[in-house]
């Protein structure tokens, strides 16, 4: 195998394959340094080096040794991991915050598209009652109605977000170095039942002004209004 640097316009041959660890070096090429200083212009230079502490009794001695060092910053294990469930800490708490706008936006865009509905279909609804239809069965159509929009819409949110998952995964690995090559997302079934319960919630809320301004029609006057 080989692979290509575009940077340098070169072709480096592939000599051996690691074993799949589970850690960030899963995702590195391995060069030796003078190249890998050639390739980025940073000759002399060095960003990082990994140690590994045999004795993880003696850590902090090797931390507070490794700290006197002049312009050396030492990050450990802890802290980068430390930084990462802060990042999704943060990422809950906002994506939280998306949810319960995302579930008044969507409860107004709802409404309004019910209340559009029954006043274009005001004659429909007039006729329905002048044939016999009850209030029951206008409550029934419109609340049908609501709850196939509101869990299309459920649906496709859900989808979405599991095909996310990549891109935040993407992101928090650039902007976390050392973080895992792979982070696991967790598909919650539970919170999947929560959203639906919501989404049911959210159709009888919303259906019901709807509904209200459905049954109030008075068939006679809305069949002359309309064929005006």
């Known amino acids: 195998d080989k692979i290509y640097f575009k940077k340098i316009n070169k072709i480096y041959e592939v000599v051996g394959i690691l074993e799949y660890t589970g850690g960030q070096d899963d995702g590195f090429y391995f060069l030796p340094l003078k190249e890998v200083q050639r390739i980025f212009s940073k000759e002399s230079l060095i960003t990082a080096i990994g140690i590994k502490v045999k004795n993880l009794e003696k850590m902090e001695e090797v931390i507070k040794k490794l700290e006197e060092i002049p312009d050396l910053q030492v990050v450990t294990m802890t802290q980068v991991l430390g930084t990462i469930l802060n990042l999704i800490g943060q990422a809950n708490s906002l994506i939280y915050t998306v949810i319960i706008l995302a579930l008044l936006i969507s409860s107004l865009g709802v409404i309004n598209t019910m209340l559009i509905s029954v006043y274009e279909r005001r004659r429909e609804i007039g006729l329905l009652k002048i044939i016999g239809a009850k209030n029951v069965h206008i409550i029934i159509i419109i609340f049908l109605e609501t709850l196939i929009i509101v869990f299309t819409g459920s649906l496709l949110g859900t989808f979405l977000t599991v095909s996310g998952n ?41 259906s019901s002004y709807p509904i209200l301004k459905a049954i109030n029609l008075r068939p006679m006057e809305t069949i002359r209004s309309s064929d005006e």
Do not use: N, R, T
């Open 166 to 206: 990549k891109l935040i995964e993407s992101f928090i690995k650039k902007i976390v170095s050392h973080s895992p090559k792979k982070i696991e997302f967790i598909f919650d079934w539970q919170l999947m039942g929560i959203i639906f319960l919501y989404a049911l919630i959210i159709s009888i809320l919303a």
